[in-house]
């Protein structure tokens, strides 16, 4: 059986997002529903991985032991929920600094693909920025918005990758996922 990946965005999909960034791992909260949404999918055996653009690295906001440390309270979240975050990509860099990582680019899901050795065409990404969805419709993986963080407005504003399909929140989208 083929393996069953999903690639998540973090902020504004997993926890609430901010405009302030989220700096330290008391700045990371969970949005209700998305840990255990996160469980259903492990438990339905897929493999959660999450890509995510932190350019607070590149700006000098917060360190990587900082992003490690929100990282971990992440991670513990999940399986205090019962549910396993696999491995989490993030690019660190600013727009600046023209990387090949940093959604819409890219070069973390091809990194993923090539970590877990497989096509991602059709592996379903979820995010609630456009950069997600681009960076996701760029490598054939499947583009879905949810309107958890800046979701209701990146819906507003339109020009949404071909087959793009959109949900309340992750916990739509896994309900989505294992009943089709
Ligand atoms: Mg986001
Ligand atoms: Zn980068």
Redesign the pocket.
């Known amino acids: 059986m083929p393996l069953k990946l999903i690639i998540l965005?973090?902020?504004?999909?997993i926890n609430f997002?901010s405009a302030q960034f989220i700096k330290s791992p008391a700045e990371w909260r969970p949005i209700p529903g998305s840990l255990e949404a996160i469980a259903r999918l492990n438990q339905a055996g897929w493999r959660v991985v999450v890509a995510?653009n932190q350019s607070g690295v590149g700006r000098g906001l917060f360190d990587m032991d900082m992003l490690n440390g929100i990282h971990n309270k992440m991670h513990r979240a999940a399986q205090a929920a019962g549910g396993r975050i696999d491995a989490v990509f993030y690019c660190p860099h600013t727009s600046e600094q023209h990387c090949d990582c940093r959604k819409p680019q890219p070069g973390m899901f091809r990194r993923i693909g090539a970590c877990y050795n497989i096509d991602l065409a059709g592996v379903p990404a979820v995010?609630?920025?456009l950069r997600?969805l681009q960076a996701a419709a760029a490598v054939g993986a499947k583009p879905l918005l949810t309107l958890t963080?800046?979701g209701e407005k990146t819906r507003a504003e339109g020009n949404l990758p071909e087959g793009t399909l959109v949900f309340p929140d992750l916990a739509a989208v896994v309900a989505h996922l294992l009943d089709t």
């Not at 965005?9 to 999909?13: I, M, S, T």
């Open positions: 965005d973090r902020d504004g999909v997002d995510t995010g609630d920025s997600d963080g800046k």
